[in-house]
Protein backbone atom coordinates (compact mmCIF):
# COMPACT_ATOMS: atom_id res chain seq x y z
CA UNK A 1 0.00 0.00 0.00
CA UNK A 2 3.15 2.26 0.62
CA UNK A 3 4.25 2.43 -2.59
CA UNK A 4 0.91 2.14 -4.28
CA UNK A 5 0.01 5.56 -2.51
CA UNK A 6 3.25 7.17 -3.74
CA UNK A 7 2.55 6.12 -7.01
CA UNK A 8 -0.91 7.55 -6.61
CA UNK A 9 0.24 11.17 -5.65
CA UNK A 10 3.04 11.25 -8.22
CA UNK A 11 0.38 10.19 -11.11
CA UNK A 12 -1.80 13.13 -9.91
CA UNK A 13 1.08 15.73 -9.96
CA UNK A 14 2.51 14.12 -13.56
CA UNK A 15 -0.70 13.26 -15.19
CA UNK A 16 -1.67 16.73 -15.65
CA UNK A 17 -1.54 19.01 -19.22
CA UNK A 18 1.47 20.50 -18.82
CA UNK A 19 3.10 17.23 -19.61
CA UNK A 20 1.83 16.96 -22.78
CA UNK A 21 2.78 20.47 -23.67
CA UNK A 22 0.22 22.40 -21.58
CA UNK A 23 -2.61 21.15 -23.54
CA UNK A 24 -2.59 22.95 -26.34
CA UNK A 25 -3.16 21.65 -29.57
CA UNK A 26 -0.36 22.56 -32.42
CA UNK A 27 -1.27 25.27 -34.79
CA UNK A 28 -2.33 24.23 -38.33
CA UNK A 29 -0.37 25.15 -41.39
CA UNK A 30 3.27 25.57 -41.92
CA UNK A 31 4.43 28.29 -39.81
CA UNK A 32 5.82 27.42 -36.56
CA UNK A 33 5.76 29.14 -33.25
CA UNK A 34 8.64 30.85 -31.83
CA UNK A 35 9.81 28.08 -28.88
CA UNK A 36 8.72 29.15 -25.00
CA UNK A 37 11.46 29.62 -22.58
CA UNK A 38 12.36 27.21 -20.56
CA UNK A 39 12.82 29.27 -17.44
CA UNK A 40 10.92 31.85 -16.50
CA UNK A 41 14.13 33.75 -15.24
CA UNK A 42 12.94 33.44 -11.23
CA UNK A 43 12.62 29.94 -10.71
CA UNK A 44 16.28 28.26 -11.41
CA UNK A 45 18.21 26.34 -9.67
CA UNK A 46 20.89 28.87 -9.09
CA UNK A 47 17.83 31.16 -7.60
CA UNK A 48 16.47 28.20 -5.22
CA UNK A 49 18.48 29.63 -1.99
CA UNK A 50 17.17 32.81 -2.13
CA UNK A 51 13.49 31.99 -3.46
CA UNK A 52 13.36 29.17 -0.33
CA UNK A 53 14.53 32.61 1.80
CA UNK A 54 11.65 35.19 0.00
CA UNK A 55 8.83 32.16 0.58
CA UNK A 56 10.18 31.69 4.12
CA UNK A 57 10.14 35.18 4.58
CA UNK A 58 7.12 35.82 2.49
CA UNK A 59 5.15 34.10 4.93
CA UNK A 60 4.28 36.60 7.07
CA UNK A 61 2.72 39.08 4.69
CA UNK A 62 -0.54 40.82 4.84
CA UNK A 63 -1.80 38.61 2.24
CA UNK A 64 -1.39 35.21 4.69
CA UNK A 65 -3.92 37.51 7.44
CA UNK A 66 -7.11 36.06 6.39
CA UNK A 67 -6.32 32.57 6.08
CA UNK A 68 -4.68 32.37 9.40
CA UNK A 69 -7.06 34.05 11.05
CA UNK A 70 -9.78 31.93 9.30
CA UNK A 71 -7.76 28.70 10.01
CA UNK A 72 -6.70 29.82 13.79
CA UNK A 73 -10.24 30.59 14.55
CA UNK A 74 -11.33 26.95 13.33
CA UNK A 75 -8.42 25.45 14.93
CA UNK A 76 -8.96 27.51 18.37
CA UNK A 77 -12.87 25.79 18.44
CA UNK A 78 -12.00 21.82 17.28
CA UNK A 79 -9.68 22.23 19.85
CA UNK A 80 -12.75 22.05 22.77
CA UNK A 81 -13.90 18.70 20.63
CA UNK A 82 -9.99 16.71 20.53
CA UNK A 83 -10.89 14.49 22.78
CA UNK A 84 -14.39 13.22 21.41
CA UNK A 85 -13.05 13.16 17.87
CA UNK A 86 -10.11 11.36 19.38
CA UNK A 87 -12.24 8.26 21.11
CA UNK A 88 -14.65 8.44 17.90
CA UNK A 89 -12.45 7.88 15.18
CA UNK A 90 -9.34 6.82 16.75
CA UNK A 91 -8.39 3.26 15.49
CA UNK A 92 -4.60 2.39 15.20
CA UNK A 93 -4.49 -0.79 13.44
CA UNK A 94 -6.84 0.05 10.47
CA UNK A 95 -5.47 -0.57 6.88
CA UNK A 96 -6.39 3.55 5.83
CA UNK A 97 -4.23 5.21 8.55
CA UNK A 98 -1.46 2.80 8.42
CA UNK A 99 -1.45 3.39 4.36
CA UNK A 100 -1.21 7.10 4.66
CA UNK A 101 1.27 7.14 7.59
CA UNK A 102 3.86 5.60 5.24
CA UNK A 103 2.95 6.60 2.07
CA UNK A 104 2.92 10.16 3.23
CA UNK A 105 5.91 9.96 5.32
CA UNK A 106 8.06 13.38 5.30
CA UNK A 107 10.50 11.22 3.82
CA UNK A 108 8.84 9.31 1.30
CA UNK A 109 7.12 12.71 0.27
CA UNK A 110 10.24 14.51 0.08
CA UNK A 111 11.42 11.55 -2.45
CA UNK A 112 8.23 11.81 -4.41
CA UNK A 113 8.35 16.00 -4.66
CA UNK A 114 12.41 15.67 -5.45
CA UNK A 115 10.88 13.23 -8.15
CA UNK A 116 8.83 15.29 -9.82
CA UNK A 117 11.26 18.39 -9.40
CA UNK A 118 13.97 16.48 -11.57
CA UNK A 119 10.90 15.66 -14.17
CA UNK A 120 10.16 19.34 -14.43
CA UNK A 121 13.56 19.95 -15.50
CA UNK A 122 13.93 18.51 -18.47
CA UNK A 123 10.25 19.10 -20.29
CA UNK A 124 9.57 21.78 -22.04
CA UNK A 125 6.03 22.82 -19.74
CA UNK A 126 6.81 25.90 -18.31
CA UNK A 127 3.63 25.65 -16.13
CA UNK A 128 4.82 22.70 -15.18
CA UNK A 129 8.42 23.32 -14.68
CA UNK A 130 7.26 26.27 -12.81
CA UNK A 131 5.05 24.01 -10.12
CA UNK A 132 7.62 21.30 -9.84
CA UNK A 133 10.48 24.27 -8.73
CA UNK A 134 7.11 25.65 -6.34
CA UNK A 135 6.48 22.20 -5.27
CA UNK A 136 9.84 21.75 -3.66
CA UNK A 137 10.21 24.95 -2.67
CA UNK A 138 7.03 24.74 -0.65
CA UNK A 139 8.24 21.46 1.10
CA UNK A 140 11.29 22.62 2.24
CA UNK A 141 9.86 25.56 3.63
CA UNK A 142 6.77 23.80 5.43
CA UNK A 143 9.07 20.76 6.92
CA UNK A 144 11.07 23.61 8.88
CA UNK A 145 7.89 25.67 10.19
CA UNK A 146 6.43 22.17 10.96
CA UNK A 147 9.44 21.55 12.80
CA UNK A 148 10.19 24.75 14.91
CA UNK A 149 6.46 24.54 15.76
CA UNK A 150 6.76 21.07 17.06
CA UNK A 151 9.54 21.98 19.33
CA UNK A 152 8.12 25.09 20.49
CA UNK A 153 4.53 24.16 21.21
CA UNK A 154 5.96 20.59 22.84
CA UNK A 155 2.36 18.86 22.71
CA UNK A 156 1.98 15.39 23.88
CA UNK A 157 0.53 12.83 21.17
CA UNK A 158 -2.42 11.41 21.73
CA UNK A 159 -1.23 8.29 22.58
CA UNK A 160 1.75 9.59 24.21
CA UNK A 161 4.53 8.46 21.59
CA UNK A 162 6.16 12.13 22.13
CA UNK A 163 5.89 15.54 22.57
CA UNK A 164 5.40 16.35 18.21
CA UNK A 165 1.84 16.26 18.23
CA UNK A 166 1.29 20.28 17.26
CA UNK A 167 0.94 20.64 14.29
CA UNK A 168 0.62 17.75 12.22
CA UNK A 169 3.68 17.28 9.75
CA UNK A 170 1.78 14.94 7.72
CA UNK A 171 -1.56 17.23 7.22
CA UNK A 172 0.57 20.26 7.09
CA UNK A 173 3.36 18.83 4.10
CA UNK A 174 0.02 17.45 1.88
CA UNK A 175 -1.85 20.58 1.85
CA UNK A 176 1.40 22.44 1.06
CA UNK A 177 1.95 21.04 -2.00
CA UNK A 178 -2.07 20.47 -2.78
CA UNK A 179 -2.34 24.34 -2.72
CA UNK A 180 0.95 24.78 -5.05
CA UNK A 181 -1.07 22.40 -7.50
CA UNK A 182 -4.15 24.84 -7.30
CA UNK A 183 -2.49 27.65 -7.79
CA UNK A 184 -0.77 26.97 -10.80
CA UNK A 185 -3.37 24.27 -12.22
CA UNK A 186 -6.95 25.95 -11.07
CA UNK A 187 -9.31 23.72 -9.12
CA UNK A 188 -9.77 20.72 -11.91
CA UNK A 189 -6.39 19.62 -10.20
CA UNK A 190 -6.46 21.64 -6.81
CA UNK A 191 -10.29 18.96 -5.73
CA UNK A 192 -8.72 15.66 -5.95
CA UNK A 193 -5.21 17.07 -4.40
CA UNK A 194 -6.99 18.75 -1.74
CA UNK A 195 -9.33 15.62 -0.91
CA UNK A 196 -6.04 13.57 -1.18
CA UNK A 197 -4.32 16.44 1.62
CA UNK A 198 -7.51 15.53 3.62
CA UNK A 199 -7.81 12.27 3.60
CA UNK A 200 -4.02 12.21 5.05
CA UNK A 201 -5.54 14.37 7.59
CA UNK A 202 -8.08 12.14 8.71
CA UNK A 203 -6.05 8.93 8.41
CA UNK A 204 -3.51 11.20 11.28
CA UNK A 205 -6.86 10.79 13.57
CA UNK A 206 -7.57 7.12 12.69
CA UNK A 207 -3.77 6.24 13.90
CA UNK A 208 -4.18 8.30 17.11
CA UNK A 209 -1.22 10.25 16.20
CA UNK A 210 -3.04 13.56 16.33
CA UNK A 211 -5.70 15.43 17.47
CA UNK A 212 -7.86 17.25 15.23
CA UNK A 213 -6.88 20.56 16.07
CA UNK A 214 -3.15 19.18 15.27
CA UNK A 215 -4.70 18.50 12.06
CA UNK A 216 -6.65 21.23 11.10
CA UNK A 217 -3.57 23.74 12.50
CA UNK A 218 -1.18 21.57 9.85
CA UNK A 219 -3.80 22.16 7.09
CA UNK A 220 -3.52 25.97 7.69
CA UNK A 221 0.23 26.21 8.01
CA UNK A 222 0.54 24.27 4.63
CA UNK A 223 -2.34 26.35 2.93
CA UNK A 224 -0.29 29.11 3.58
CA UNK A 225 3.35 27.88 3.02
CA UNK A 226 1.64 27.08 -0.53
CA UNK A 227 -0.24 30.52 -1.55
CA UNK A 228 3.46 32.16 -0.72
CA UNK A 229 5.45 30.06 -2.48
CA UNK A 230 3.83 30.54 -5.75
CA UNK A 231 2.60 33.86 -4.85
CA UNK A 232 6.63 35.24 -3.88
CA UNK A 233 8.15 32.80 -6.90
CA UNK A 234 5.94 34.49 -9.63
CA UNK A 235 7.18 37.86 -8.78
CA UNK A 236 10.38 39.78 -9.63
CA UNK A 237 13.13 39.60 -7.83
CA UNK A 238 13.30 43.18 -7.16
CA UNK A 239 10.31 45.83 -6.93
CA UNK A 240 7.32 45.75 -5.18
CA UNK A 241 4.99 42.84 -3.99
CA UNK A 242 6.53 41.42 -0.93
CA UNK A 243 9.81 41.18 1.13
CA UNK A 244 12.62 41.03 -0.76
CA UNK A 245 16.16 39.30 0.00
CA UNK A 246 19.13 39.69 -0.93
CA UNK A 247 22.94 37.53 0.21
CA UNK A 248 26.43 39.47 0.38
CA UNK A 249 29.20 37.22 0.74
CA UNK A 250 31.63 38.88 3.51
CA UNK A 251 35.29 37.49 3.20
CA UNK A 252 38.50 39.07 4.97
CA UNK A 253 41.64 37.83 6.39
CA UNK A 254 39.77 36.37 9.32
CA UNK A 255 36.38 36.78 8.11
CA UNK A 256 34.07 34.53 6.08
CA UNK A 257 30.78 35.17 6.18
CA UNK A 258 26.65 35.64 4.43
CA UNK A 259 24.72 39.00 5.30
CA UNK A 260 21.44 38.24 4.63
CA UNK A 261 19.37 41.50 4.17
CA UNK A 262 15.42 41.24 4.51
CA UNK A 263 13.53 44.10 3.14
CA UNK A 264 9.95 45.26 3.31
Request: proline fraction near 6%; hydrophobic fraction near 45%.
Amino acid sequence: MRFRLVLALACLLLASPAVRGEGQAESPGPTRQAPVAREDGRRTLRLFPVNLLRGTVGVFHGDNLAPLLAGGTVTAGASLFDDDVADYIADPEHGFGRSFEDGAAPEVLGLAVAGVFTAGRFVEAPRFRAMSYDLLDAFVVNWAYTGVLKVAVGRERPNGQDERSFPSGHASNAFALATVVERHYGWKAGLPAYAVASAVGVSRLQRNKHYLSDVLAGATLGYIVGRTVARVNGQPLEGPGGPQVSLTPVVGRKTRALVVAVTF
